[in-house]
């Protein structure tokens, strides 16, 4: 199954980013609490840190 019109992403709605900024910012601070005082789950906080800021920058 195939689609006629490929779905393109100028076609989706535009979203504000002010929430994602927000979001990225909050998990950004809980991302360098845990690099100071848990350094060895700092990987933990990151996958949320970069997906928010991705998704603030709008590439997402």
Do not use: E
């Not at 490929?6 to 980013?17: E, L, N, R, Y």
């Not at 845990?34 to 789950?41: A, E, P, R, V, Y």
């Amino acid at each position: 199954m195939t689609s006629q019109k490929a779905v393109s992403a100028t076609d989706q709605p535009h979203t504000s980013t002010k929430n994602y900024w927000i979001y990225f910012l909050i998990s950004m601070v809980i991302f360098f609490l845990m690099l100071i005082f848990l350094n060895q789950w700092f990987w933990v906080a990151m996958p949320f840190m970069l997906t928010f800021l991705v998704m603030a920058l709008g590439y997402m």
